[in-house]
């Protein structure tokens, strides 16, 4: 029997709903609300717009802002407990993936004891956590409709991959007014972390018909809209339809989950305390080179969904297709072209091909992997003169 499951939380999108925040707390059951929101937001004046819809519905609330850019593990316990002593009943978040991978992995802890690190894995939460409401700063992490929080091991020098329907927020809130505030340089990274979303969702050994449309979807939408996104920051148009990529993004992978290109990301993003998006965006088209003998067929759907005519091209050419149309995206909106702009020491490739395979994301990649395979795809991709995926050249 096949068996396959599908959540989502309450979407509210559209440009204005961040007015919508004090009803949405309230009708949860919330009288004090946890506000976090990362730095940028604060400074952008959101936090001020968002505690006056809070006011108005008569919420009390406590702002946390003090956490990095990649929320560490010690972080999220100095959240909790300041969560704790304010005695809030409810977690909103405002902001980008870190902002909502924070409040997540707080939530978390209020009602499941112990250290974040005893949930890193699969199903690991085993208690309800406190109503959650997500509004997303940023067109990338999908976040706000996921089932996954991703916290940086300050010890082991790893991000924590935590997966849970317990984590899915009850309510996510998705305001494109918000994007217009965000820099070029965030919203192509975070564009392109959205793309590697959608692909490897597509991809993904648990991908079901409902994931794929979603999945197709985002890709095509990212396709058509993130170099005008990153063009323009007040292309409404394009923040419009990037945000409803990520949501379409976001709900792909929380349901099907990922692949190795994400396992990658998170070893490298661990190690030099590295933004998700900037790290997958690099890696993506050689994991796609690498996986394609395992899922031919879906390449080409890639390729169209990205603009491209593949009716009288052979499956190889397809796929080919495909892999130099997320390179050409990546490359048009500045993405880095190879690890090594990213200071990526060729040594720390055999740790990190280890760790990956030890990633809740490899688990549904479309094709095995053993370290040295994945060590090659990590050589491939710092740009190293004579190394090939699978004999094609690089």
């Given at each position: 029997m096949?068996?396959?499951?599908?959540?989502?939380?309450?979407?509210?999108?559209g440009?204005?709903?961040?007015?919508q925040i004090?009803?949405c707390c309230?009708r949860?059951?919330?009288?004090?609300v946890?506000?976090?929101?990362?730095?940028?937001?604060?400074?952008?004046?959101?936090?001020?717009?968002a505690?006056?819809?809070?006011r108005?519905?008569?919420?009390?609330?406590?702002l946390w802002?003090d956490?990095s850019?990649?929320p560490?593990d010690?972080?999220?316990a100095?959240?909790l407990?300041?969560y704790?002593?304010s005695?809030?009943?409810?977690?909103?978040?405002?902001g980008?993936?870190?902002?909502?991978?924070?409040a997540k992995?707080?939530?978390?802890l209020s009602?499941?004891?112990?250290?974040?690190?005893n949930?890193?894995g699969?199903d690991m939460?085993?208690?309800?956590?406190?109503?959650?409401?997500?509004?997303?700063?940023?067109a990338?992490?999908?976040?706000?409709v996921?089932?996954?929080?991703?916290?940086?091991?300050?010890?082991r020098?790893?991000?924590?991959?935590?997966?849970?329907?317990?984590?899915?927020?009850?309510?996510?809130?998705s305001?494109p007014?918000?994007?217009?505030?965000?820099?070029?340089?965030?919203t192509?990274?975070?564009?392109?972390?959205a793309l590697?979303?959608a692909?490897?969702?597509?991809l993904?050994?648990a991908?079901?018909d409902?994931?794929?449309?979603?999945?197709?979807h985002a890709?095509?939408?990212?396709s058509?809209?993130?170099r005008?996104s990153?063009?323009?920051?007040?292309?409404e148009?394009a923040?419009?339809?990037?945000?409803?990529?990520?949501l379409h993004a976001?709900?792909?992978?929380?349901n099907?989950?990922?692949g190795?290109a994400?396992?990658?990301?998170?070893q490298v993003?661990g190690?030099l305390?590295?933004?998700?998006?900037?790290i997958?965006?690099?890696l993506l088209?050689y994991?796609?080179?690498?996986?394609?003998?395992?899922?031919?067929?879906?390449?080409?759907?890639?390729?169209d969904?990205?603009?491209?005519?593949?009716?009288?091209?052979?499956?190889?050419?397809a796929?080919?297709?495909a892999?130099?149309?997320?390179?050409?995206?990546?490359?048009d909106?500045?993405?880095?072209?190879?690890?090594?702009?990213?200071?990526l020491?060729?040594e720390?490739?055999?740790?990190l091909?280890?760790n990956?395979?030890n990633?809740a994301?490899?688990i549904?990649n479309p094709?095995d992997?053993d370290?040295?395979e994945i060590?090659?795809?990590?050589?491939?991709a710092?740009?190293?003169?004579?190394v090939?995926?699978?004999?094609?050249?690089?």
């Amino acid at each position: 029997m096949y068996i396959s499951k599908f959540v989502t939380p309450e979407i509210i999108f559209g440009t204005g709903s961040l007015n919508q925040i004090g009803e949405c707390c309230s009708r949860l059951g919330s009288s004090r609300v946890f506000l976090v929101a990362d730095q940028g937001i604060v400074n952008c004046g959101w936090v001020d717009k968002a505690t006056v819809f809070l006011r108005k519905a008569a919420l009390e609330y406590e702002l946390w802002s003090d956490f990095s850019a990649n929320p560490r593990d010690y972080e999220i316990a100095e959240g909790l407990e300041l969560y704790n002593d304010s005695v809030c009943d409810a977690v909103l978040a405002i902001g980008g993936g870190s902002a909502v991978d924070a409040a997540k992995a707080v939530a978390t802890l209020s009602t499941n004891k112990g250290r974040i690190h005893n949930y890193e894995g699969i199903d690991m939460i085993t208690e309800p956590l406190p109503p959650l409401i997500v509004v997303p700063s940023t067109a990338g992490s999908g976040a706000e409709v996921s089932q996954f929080a991703i916290i940086s091991d300050s010890n082991r020098k790893i991000k924590m991959t935590i997966i849970s329907k317990s984590l899915v927020p009850d309510i996510a809130v998705s305001d494109p007014l918000i994007l217009s505030t965000i820099n070029s340089h965030v919203t192509a990274h975070t564009g392109m972390e959205a793309l590697s979303h959608a692909v490897e969702a597509y991809l993904s050994l648990a991908a079901t018909d409902m994931t794929d449309i979603h999945a197709i979807h985002a890709i095509k939408l990212i396709s058509e809209n993130l170099r005008s996104s990153v063009a323009s920051q007040v292309d409404e148009a394009a923040k419009i339809a990037m945000g409803k990529a990520s949501l379409h993004a976001g709900i792909a992978f929380s349901n099907a989950v990922l692949g190795l290109a994400h396992a990658m990301t998170h070893q490298v993003g661990g190690l030099l305390d590295l933004p998700i998006g900037t790290i997958s965006a690099i890696l993506l088209p050689y994991v796609m080179r690498y996986n394609m003998i395992a899922c031919i067929d879906k390449y080409a759907i890639i390729a169209d969904a990205m603009g491209a005519r593949t009716k009288h091209l052979s499956k190889r050419e397809a796929a080919e297709k495909a892999i130099d149309m997320v390179q050409q995206l990546a490359s048009d909106v500045g993405i880095p072209s190879g690890l090594t702009e990213l200071g990526l020491p060729e040594e720390s490739i055999p740790e990190l091909s280890k760790n990956a395979i030890n990633d809740a994301c490899y688990i549904t990649n479309p094709r095995d992997a053993d370290e040295t395979e994945i060590a090659a795809i990590f050589r491939a991709a710092l740009k190293t003169k004579g190394v090939s995926i699978d004999g094609y050249p690089e």
